[in-house]
């Protein structure tokens, strides 16, 4: 495990690390999640092994220190992962994103295209105010306190309990921030910014979550949009052939 520090404060944003050839590839998790949990059993696979793997907490979740009195809005957290991939020496590096991290990412290859060859977003957030079926809406509803006292618990009942493994590691006021900042979005807004991008850039889409909107706009500018068969949200889990061969390049 690696660390390095993203405040005034000394706090910390933790990542593992497998080592390998560059140019590195990053894995970021969505809200409440984990990146070794979601992505470690696809980077171990025969056709992705032998490259460097980091598996980056953002701030508040999993191992990463969890301040009270950080943002947590997408461009905090990627400012974060700028840090840690400074911290590592990486450049130039292949995202492999999920959901939140997803947004994060775009963001982090906004501002820092140097540290950004290539996004591989999962099921990523682009807009603004997201369905009210969205679990960051049902988040963002709650004022923060009465999330951190109530909303937390009866959050972790109703998600199930394998998002809840891991939602539970995250700290309650870093989770209703981040829910917040994911519903408020980036400015321009993440799907703008993907959109302007030059990078190499790869959309997956779970067959369950229907036609993605605006996807024949993003293809125009250049994003390859891909359907999962027989995967949801959580593409990583439901079809990992598939994924795998998408961070592969083999898709």
């Given amino acids: 495990m690696r660390q ?10 933790r990542w593992t690390e497998v080592p390998g050839a560059e140019p590195a590839r990053v894995f970021l998790h969505g809200l409440g ?13 025969p056709e992705l092994t032998g490259r460097r793997s980091l598996f980056v907490d953002l701030p508040g979740h999993g191992t990463s220190d969890r301040p009270h009195d950080f943002g947590y809005t997408l ?90 493994a891991t939602m539970r590691l995250t ?14 979005g980036s400015s321009p807004v993440m799907r703008t910014l993907l959109a302007g991008l030059s990078v190499d850039r790869i959309f997956l889409q779970g067959e369950a979550g229907g036609e993605l ?3 024949e706009s993003l293809e125009a500018a250049g994003v390859r949009v891909v359907t999962v068969s027989g995967a949801g949200h959580n593409v990583m ?9 998408a961070v592969a390049g083999t898709a």
């Fill in 237 to 245: 889990f439901d079809n990992p052939g598939a994924f795998a061969a």
């Fill in 213 to 215: 909107a605006g996807r």
């Fill in 75 to 164: 461009d905090d957290h990627a400012h974060a992962v700028g840090v840690a991939l400074d911290t590592a020496g990486v450049t130039s590096a292949e995202l492999i994103a999920h959901s939140m991290g997803g947004a994060v990412a775009i963001v982090l290859a906004h501002r820092r295209p140097d540290l950004v060859s290539r996004l591989v977003l999962t099921e990523a957030n682009l807009d603004a105010f997201p369905p009210s079926t969205a679990a960051s809406n049902a988040i963002a509803a709650y004022e923060e306190g009465e999330f951190v006292e109530e909303g937390y618990a009866r959050v972790l009942d109703a998600v199930g309990p394998l998002w809840a």
């Fill in 171 to 184: 700290d309650p006021r870093a989770l209703h921030r981040s829910a917040v900042g994911l519903c408020r």
């Fill in 4 to 13: 390095a520090a993203f405040d005034s404060k000394g706090s910390h944003i």
């Fill in 33 to 45: 999640s984990m990146s070794a949990v979601y992505h470690a059993h696809i980077a171990a696979r």
